[in-house]
């Protein structure tokens, strides 16, 4: 909600707070203005984990006649990073649009970069093939991915690679250094090729 929407709202709630309760939920509770933080109590959840999100949109695809693969479900829980509501969303999105969930069709909808692909680029950059892994960087970035959605993905995917523990450490501290730096705006398709090349780097070192 706009901060001007929240205005109203808080308004309202002032008025009818004698006779009713306001129960509001919200992934991010700084967006939330000050006085109706003031006038609630704050019940912090964390995330749900992979089981419990795969658990309920199983339940959901049963009642509902929904049409899936194992993949898809996966890649429906991949993309809600721990939020149900995500999930549903997803979900429902994909079957209405397409009939079926599956994989390609939970990345179409939700237009992120696939996982197999990143995780392909990245194991490219364990056996040091800096070229080939620039040309599926290269492939994703002409695709229209930005690099907010590349290096949010390189995350999740990366911190699920096997490969050696101090390897993955070191993989996770320069794809967070990257991060910031998209963050700040040096966002370039070159601030991206610089992550795989010092990737490959701490391969390499191993």
């Not at 997803?90 to 692909?117: A, I, R």
Request: hydrophobic share 40%; net charge neutral; with cysteine.
């Amino acid at each position: 909600m706009t901060e001007g929407a929240q205005q109203a709202l808080r308004r309202t709630m002032e008025i009818f707070s004698h006779t009713t309760r306001f129960a509001l939920a919200c992934n991010t509770s700084e967006k939330i203005i000050e006085p109706i933080q003031s006038r609630c109590a704050m019940l912090r959840y964390g995330k749900l984990t992979d089981a419990q999100v795969l658990a309920k949109i199983l339940q959901v695809c049963e009642k509902e006649n929904v049409s899936y693969t194992n993949d898809g479900l996966e890649a429906v829980v991949f993309t809600a990073q721990g939020d149900m509501r995500q999930a549903l969303n997803n979900l429902q999105s994909t079957f209405n649009g397409f009939g079926h969930v599956n994989s390609e069709n939970v990345f179409k909808v939700c237009d992120e970069p696939h996982p197999l692909v990143i995780k392909e680029m990245l194991e490219l950059c364990t056996q040091g093939k800096i070229s080939k892994a620039y040309d599926v960087l290269s492939s994703l970035w002409k695709l229209g991915y930005s690099a907010e959605d590349l290096i949010s993905n390189i995350f999740r995917v990366g911190k699920n690679l096997q490969i050696d523990e101090t390897l993955k450490l070191d993989y996770i501290k320069e794809i967070g250094i990257t991060h910031l730096d998209i963050l700040d705006g040096i966002n370039s398709l070159l601030q991206l090729n610089s992550l795989l090349a010092r990737l490959c780097r701490r391969s390499l070192l191993k």
